[in-house]
């Protein structure tokens, strides 16, 4: 049952997220759908994925997203009340194959165990390339903003 | 996933479409753990901790060039922004061509 309504509850609010004029609206939708996201880690025994999630997902990005809407346009003109509820009816007819329908898994005879340390472990390289993809793209994004503002005292 | 890319497909704010690019990676990222998870393996989540950490560089670096359009610009919209273009365009032109007359002059 908590599953089912997390189901639709995720669904909802990430329609929301895209549908709603408002940037602070779309945010807080977002933000609902992270936090729902980890609840299902966490009830799915992914405990340390919850926790990353929550952690990155709601805080970081809800301020990053903020940020962005203090700078970006305001919406021109409210839409009426009924729009809203035939969106959220429309985000709870999208749910429905998550709750009735539900994909069932294979258990195949060689399946083995593998804990998360190792599976980290096995992925170091992987792991040591993303990182210094990551690293390289926060130096572009720093270069970009500074030469935008180089272009602008210019 | 269907959800972003109605939105990636209708939406002409670049925020929503950064929103909507966000959902579609979370929902990859969801069917990685939610399978490793059933299947009793912890390899999806490893997964889901790079792919993360990397789309949120992304997603601050596209953020970064969010605030730098807008403010140059005043607007988000992709519509707008393509037209501006269009209008540079033609205006630079205008400006190559009439170097042209005055250097012929």
């Known amino acids: ?154 | 996933m269907a959800i972003g890319i109605y939105g990636l497909l209708t939406k002409h704010n670049l925020l929503k479409v950064l929103i909507s690019v966000e959902l579609i990676a979370m929902a990859a990222s969801m069917n990685f753990v939610l399978l490793a998870s059933a299947m009793n393996k912890a390899l999806g989540e490893a997964f889901l901790m790079l792919a993360f950490s990397t789309d949120t560089c992304v997603t601050g670096i596209i953020l970064a060039l969010l605030v730098i359009v807008s403010k140059k610009y005043g607007t988000c919209d992709i519509r707008k922004l393509a037209k501006l273009e269009q209008y540079r365009a033609i205006e630079n032109e205008a400006k190559g061509d009439n170097k042209i007359i005055e250097d012929d002059v």
Not at chain 1, 17 to 27: F, H, I, N, W
């Open chain 1, 1 to 154: 049952m908590i599953l089912e309504l997390l189901a639709v509850g995720l669904v909802v609010s990430a329609f929301l997220a895209v549908y709603l004029d408002g940037a602070v609206y779309s945010v807080a939708s977002l933000t609902c759908t992270f936090a729902l996201t980890a609840i299902l880690y966490s009830l799915n025994d992914a405990t340390f994925v919850a926790v990353f999630q929550l952690a990155i997902g709601v805080g970081t990005l809800a301020v990053l997203f903020l940020s962005g809407e203090m700078l970006s346009e305001k919406p021109s003109g409210k839409k009426p009340l009924k729009n809203a509820f035939l969106a959220i009816a429309a985000a709870l007819l999208l749910s429905v194959p998550s709750v009735f329908f539900s994909v069932g898994t294979i258990q195949t005879g060689a399946s083995s165990e593998v804990s998360f340390p190792k599976a980290l472990w096995n992925l170091r390289a992987i792991d040591v390339v993303l990182q210094g993809l990551v690293v390289m793209t926060v130096a572009l994004g720093i270069t970009i903003v500074l030469y935008g503002k180089k272009e602008g005292e210019a």
